[in-house]
């Protein structure tokens, strides 16, 4: 199994500008999560997915950041536009839900992002 | 209000002696917890899952445990090796919130030859 793809995995962008980060979970995987890391608040819930469905973006920061999951098998996560606070690793993440066994999220390695 | 807490500062400890991490959390009512290892640069890997009604879980040389009257979970592991050597979350997963999982800020630690 591939495990969670995310692109880009580093991205340094200017202040205003549009970015796009992509995330491909594991196949099969009904639930869907991106996390934001940073030194100061660690690892933030921003939004999470059921079936395709959001389920709860309390967590995103504000307008500017918007979550898609077109299919199962494929979510973006957009700010527009961006900020030099915006900078952190975003990571998602993606579990098997309802197995009665606890739901272990599987990560992907991060997109790394920078504004200036 | 709900936190989560991990010991902030690095554990720095010497190869062979056993490790012990400390999760605490307030109100909170998790119906599981769960211990993450993360390594610099890389995303979190699922460790160890421990439910509400269950004290202890172990697997190989990892050990937690979770005393839901403290709130608390402890995280062992023992004859550590420098392999060890990373960031441990945890995180704690809610009842009906559809496998949402909230993390601790993590534990680095250090373990020397």
């Known amino acids: 199994d591939a495990g969670v793809i995310q692109s880009p995995r580093h991205e340094v962008t200017e202040m205003g500008q549009e970015v796009t980060l992509r995330c491909k979970p594991i196949s099969g995987h009904n639930s869907l999560f991106w996390y934001r890391q940073t030194m100061m608040r660690g690892l933030e819930l921003l939004i999470y997915f059921n079936n395709n469905v959001p389920i709860d973006d309390s967590g995103m920061p504000e307008d500017r950041f918007s979550a898609k999951m077109p299919n199962a098998s494929f979510s973006t996560l957009k700010i527009q536009p961006s900020e030099p606070r915006d900078s952190a690793v975003y990571f998602c993440a993606s579990s098997l839900e309802g197995t009665g066994i606890g739901n272990t999220i599987y990560f992907g390695e991060g997109s790394w992002l920078t504004v200036v | 209000s709900q936190k989560i807490e991990q010991n902030s500062e690095a554990l720095n400890i010497q190869e062979g002696k056993t490790a012990t991490l400390t999760c605490n959390y307030t109100?909170?009512?998790?119906?599981?917890l769960q211990w993450y290892r993360q390594d610099p640069g890389r995303g979190p890997v699922f460790l160890l899952l421990?439910?509400?009604?269950?004290k202890e879980k172990r697997k190989e040389r990892l050990k937690v445990t979770f005393d839901t009257t403290l709130k608390q979970s402890l995280f062992h592991i023992t004859a550590s090796q420098p392999a060890d050597s990373a960031t441990y979350l945890c995180a704690l997963a809610l009842y009906n919130q559809g496998g949402k999982l909230i993390f601790g800020q993590g534990t680095e630690l250090s373990v020397k030859p």
């Open positions: 109100n909170y009512s998790p119906a599981y």
């Open positions: 421990i439910r509400e009604n269950e």
